[in-house]
């Protein structure tokens, strides 16, 4: 990159000094400090950045090394999401499961091998964390395009994004220039990551280590606005909540009771339930108002109405004001992409998202 030399800087300044004893002067002096502001925007554009602990997470990261980096994101996954609308929900969970761990690095992409151990085998995500062969299709195409240029973590992040426009929620600018681990974290998955079967605390106490707070935790809980869950998720709810063979009383009845006919004792774990099953492919602010109806699929997602006022009121403004939430949860979102990034020289840019550069 070009620089202005402070020599040159000061005959610069010389020169526009003895431009400005006229009127006509002045007008070129003007002139010329606009100009040179000009070139200076183009040397040192303004960034609009993160800052984060490694260094910058920045939008335009890509706009010179790969320019069409996010148009191609955005191409693959609307025509994954076209051909299954649950592939919209299983892409955001993958961010949230990559960064609630070692932070957004891809780690849960890496399959195991000599050395690693895959976060897929982890309890949240083995026969439930889905989509990488989406995210294969997008670096793929991206590899033919910029190789060795877009982090599959930075994937991850734009298809977070575009799955959540594309079913009809927020957009925001992602912050870019996150890069790859060379590793995994088998139990940090299995610790870190909120389940479906945690105290509103221990979710609470998760999102704290993460740096996130409790509007954090109630506005990400609406992406499960899209998207489904499995029997084996919330079974505890419709037949022993708390030990003693009775039904989660939270639970709306009629609601246990259909739920009942497709989550059996046992049996049937995999069988699929919609999060939200008033519009399960629309990303919006129903989710919340089912809460309130004491009408959400999993415990964790009840608790936010019924363990603390402080999370109950979120939820209410949330219910009564779909833009608020959209604009919570895009903050959120951003928020939550800037964790722990691997910037600058650390970590790589993996040529596959399945396995390290060898």
């Known amino acids: 990159m070009s620089s202005i030399h402070p020599k040159d800087s000061a005959n610069q300044n010389i020169q526009i000094s003895s431009l400005s004893s006229s009127p006509r002067n002045c007008i070129m002096a003007q002139s010329m400090s606009f100009l040179l502001a000009l070139s200076l925007l183009a040397l040192f554009p303004p960034c609009f950045c993160d800052k984060t602990p490694g260094g910058y997470l920045y939008a335009q990261f890509y706009d010179h090394s790969c320019p069409r980096a996010k148009q191609i994101v955005k191409s693959v996954v609307a025509k994954a999401v076209a051909r299954e609308a649950r592939m919209a929900a299983s892409l955001l969970r993958l961010h949230f499961h990559d960064c609630f761990v070692k932070g957004c690095d891809a780690s849960i992409l890496l399959d195991s091998s000599q050395n690693i151990i895959s976060e897929k085998r982890s309890v949240p995500n083995q026969n439930s964390a889905r989509g990488f062969e989406v995210i294969d299709e997008i670096k793929s195409a991206l590899e033919k395009e910029c190789p060795s240029t877009v982090s599959c973590a930075d994937i991850l992040a734009l298809a977070a994004r575009d799955s959540t426009v594309l079913t009809g929620g927020p957009s925001w600018e992602v912050p870019l220039g996150r890069r790859d681990s060379i590793g995994a974290s088998l139990s940090g998955s299995n610790n870190n990551i909120p389940a479906p079967n945690n105290t509103f605390q221990t979710i609470l106490t998760k999102f704290k280590l993460k740096k996130l707070n409790i509007i954090d935790l109630v ?9 489904n869950a499995r ?7 419709l037949y022993n909540q708390s030990g003693n063979g009775l039904a989660d009383s939270t639970l709306d009845q009629s609601y246990a009771a259909q739920l ?10 995999q069988n699929l339930f919609f999060l939200d099953f008033v519009s399960p492919t629309k990303f919006d602010n129903s989710y919340f108002k089912n809460l309130l109806a004491s009408k959400g699929l999993l415990n964790s997602d009840e608790v936010l109405v019924t363990k603390s006022e402080v999370s109950k009121k979120l939820v209410r403004q949330y219910a009564e004001n779909n833009e608020l939430f959209f604009e919570q949860f895009a903050k959120s979102m951003v928020k939550m992409g800037n964790l722990s990034p691997l ?5 790589e840019i993996r040529k596959r998202c399945r396995k390290v550069n060898s």
């Open 219 to 227: 506005a990400l809980s609406g992406s499960h606005t899209i998207g």
């Open 231 to 237: 029997c084996t998720t919330f079974r505890q709810r």
């Open 260 to 269: 009942r006919t497709r989550c059996p004792r046992s049996g049937g774990d």
């Open 343 to 347: 910037t600058g020289s650390t970590g």
